[in-house]
């Protein structure tokens, strides 16, 4: 199919090797060659069990970053795909496999934009960047937290960053993340005692104990959200109790909960109040915390400002800037004070059995990078 354009031939190269987190499967050298042909100094950097590029062009401001990455979550059962999902297929105008709307897509139209762009703007003011990681998708601790760490160290800043995670929902381009929630998930065990169903009076039950004070959990309202954030929520994840015998009482009882909270809320005031409800209610408890992320926000300006022009250029629509949904390696980045947006394709198909993105919608991606580096650099 040489009629592909080179945004879709890269994409598929991409999806057909098998980069299961956090496995690279030479993505990164694929793209590093391109953009070494494009005098980007490349950096390849290897922590623990994670390849990261770091590739940067110019040495002066402003500073723009792609960032992205390359590893995908497992297929799942590969019989129940129409195609492979490894293989790159292109049928009626969707190009399918694993990866391909989540991020591999974004990837390559990040690539031949920039490709694009340099060959119209070879003076082009500012500094350009890649940061690649293949680990977003696993535990996300050798990857783009440790790139922005060395960077850090060396006193290398990013301004603005385009994180190509796909944000859009209908079409493409119809809503651009400019901030995302922050993350933060509890670890609670109850502690009872055990004992015989028949003799309750020498037992203490940790789940007759924990029902009240899960409830006030649920039924707290944390915050109010703001103009940007929707209010705070807590939901309850995981829930284990019992030994598997119909006789006994458990000792203890296992819950797991997250919450994604608004800036208008902080991690340690979150906690506090989750210790203090626990303490109104004399528990026995042991409780531990995982912090996922903070909340970051990017507020109108050159970056959003640039980005909903190309949308518009592009596309024809008005875009809708929103802090919903999961988080990303953006809340790495945007701990620097770099502003940080995310904008990719249509996300219906992601982590799902016969993910896809649409040919077309890949060739105007690349139009709307392309235009944005116009808008910030040329």
Request: proline share 5%; charged share 20%.
């Amino acid at each position: 199919m040489s009629n592909l354009s080179e945004t879709v031939k890269l994409a598929q190269a991409l999806i057909q090797r098998p980069s299961v987190t956090p496995e690279d499967a030479g993505c990164q050298t694929l793209i590093n060659e391109r953009l070494a042909k494009l005098d980007f100094n490349v950096e390849e950097l290897f922590f623990v069990d994670t390849l990261n590029t770091w590739a940067r062009k110019g040495n002066h401001g402003p500073h723009f970053c792609f960032a992205g990455h390359t590893d995908v979550v497992p297929t799942g059962d590969v019989n129940a795909w129409h195609y492979p999902p490894f293989a790159g297929t292109i049928a009626d105008g969707m190009l399918h496999g694993r990866g391909a709307a989540d991020m591999k897509g974004a990837l390559a139209a990040m690539v031949v934009a920039t490709e694009r762009f340099v060959q119209k703007h070879p003076n082009h003011h500012g500094s350009i960047s890649f940061l690649i990681t293949s680990d977003e998708e696993g535990p996300f601790v050798n990857g783009t937290t440790k790139v922005v760490d060395l960077l850090e160290t060396r006193n290398e800043k990013i301004d603005m960053c385009l994180v190509g995670e796909p944000s859009s929902r209908a079409q493409l381009g119809d809503v651009v993340k400019n901030g995302r929630r922050g993350s933060l998930t509890g670890h609670l065990t109850i502690i009872g005692k055990q004992g015989h169903v028949a003799y309750p009076h020498l037992a203490k039950n940790p789940i007759h104990i924990a029902a009240p004070v899960l409830h006030e959990l649920a039924s707290t309202v944390w915050d109010q959200g703001n103009d940007y954030f929707p209010a705070t929520s807590f939901q309850i994840s995981n829930i284990h109790g019992g030994t598997g015998a119909g006789n006994v009482i458990p000792g203890t009882l296992d819950v797991q909960f997250n919450f994604r909270f608004s800036t208008e809320s902080s991690a340690d005031s979150l906690q506090q109040r989750v210790i203090d409800i626990l303490n109104s209610f004399g528990l026995q408890y042991k409780l531990h915390w995982t912090l996922n992320g903070l909340p970051f926000l990017t507020e109108p300006g050159e970056l959003l400002d640039a980005t909903l022009k190309a949308i518009k250029a592009v596309t024809g629509i008005d875009s809708s800037p929103e802090t919903s949904g999961g988080t990303s390696d953006g809340r790495f980045i945007a701990q620097t004070g770099c502003k940080v947006i995310e904008l990719g394709p249509i996300n219906a198909t992601i982590h799902q059995v016969d993910e896809c993105v649409s040919i077309a919608d890949l060739d105007a991606l690349t139009d709307i990078y392309e235009h944005i580096l116009t808008e910030l650099l040329a």
